[in-house]
């Protein structure tokens, strides 16, 4: 049941956000002249998963394509368990060096045209891809097994700072639903849960 109430959250902070970003205008007249201005930047968190925080990295690309609207690309590679030489202390999964590596796209919708600091929701659709690696016979390379894929949804709220008019390092939280069957020992519908990042942007 707690499960079920998840997802309908998730579901309906994902609704009122695209609401949010559709109706959202700059102007009286819905449009406005501004500069492209690309960035690329990197992101650190973690997301709950079965009761644990697993660890995430990601590199970051996108625009904003107005003055308040920006629209990112992003990978991320997510451990699920220890890897060998390692320290992270996971027990998500009892398969060992296992992993998700995601895929997706976000639309961002801020609350001012230009501020230091500046609230913003966001919402986002990627592609999940769940294994692990096993090392080879001679222990000279690894190969990666059993990997599966999974459609996710993403909503989140943060907020951004903008130290310099290049550089800007933002804070978020937000809920992932990825729908799933039981894999690598994980529970069915288990990789979804809340997540929180810090990302760090360079306006190119």
Partial sequence: MKKV??????????????????????????????????YIGFEHGSSEIEGE?????????????????????????????DFPESNLNLDITETESAFAFMAGATVTTRLFRDAAFNPFIQVGIGNMAVGYFQESADGEEYRV??????????AATGLEINIFRGLSIAFLHGYR?????????????????SFNTVSFKAYL
């Fill in 53 to 81: 925080e697993a660890p995430f990295v990601g590199i970051i690309f996108g625009a904003k394509v107005s003055s308040r609207t920006s629209m990112e690309g992003y990978v991320r590679a997510q451990a699920l368990s």
């Fill in 5 to 38: 109430s998840q997802k309908i959250v998730a579901l309906v902070i994902i609704a009122i956000s695209s609401m949010a970003f559709v109706f959202a205008s700059p102007n009286g007249n819905g449009c406005e002249p501004y500069p492209y201005r690309s």
């Fill in 145 to 154: 097994e059993e990997l599966n894929n999974y459609f996710f949804s993403e």
């Fill in 177 to 193: 639903y990825v729908p799933h069957g039981e894999v690598l020992g994980i529970p069915a519908n288990s990789l979804s849960g």
